[in-house]
Nanobody
């Protein structure tokens, strides 16, 4: 199983993007085994946990994105989403999704660039 992220792009500061994550090759029970999480990574830095959502929908966020990002999941479709609003230049990174506690292999990620 390898996550497939999409929805990234170039956006101006203050703009919004919605990222999607498809658990390619996963059966439903694999997807529904664990919380799903979004991470981001800037070249030269470690991957950072941004947000997570449990099977029941409980969410957690990094302090840097609280109030701006919203994580969600669709268990039937085996999808996870990250709605990003009020984007800042510091949000520029490659964004990845994965299971939180039992990660699959990492996908390619999707590039988010916030710039005027």
């Amino acid at each position: 199983v390898r996550p497939v992220e999409s929805g990234g792009g170039l956006v101006m500061p203050g703009g919004s993007l919605r990222l999607s994550c498809r658990a390619s090759g996963a059966i439903t029970s694999e997807f529904n085994r664990d919380a799903m999480a979004w991470y981001r990574q800037v070249p030269g830095h470690e991957r950072e946990l941004v947000a997570s959502v449990t099977l029941s929908g409980t969410t957690n966020y990094a302090d840097s994105v609280k109030g701006r990002f919203t994580v969600s999941r669709d268990n039937a479709r085996k999808m996870a989403y990250l709605q990003m609003n009020s984007l800042k230049s510091d949000d520029t990174a490659v964004y990845f999704c994965n299971r939180l506690n039992y990660p699959w292999s990492w996908g390619q990620g999707t590039q988010v660039t916030v710039s005027s």
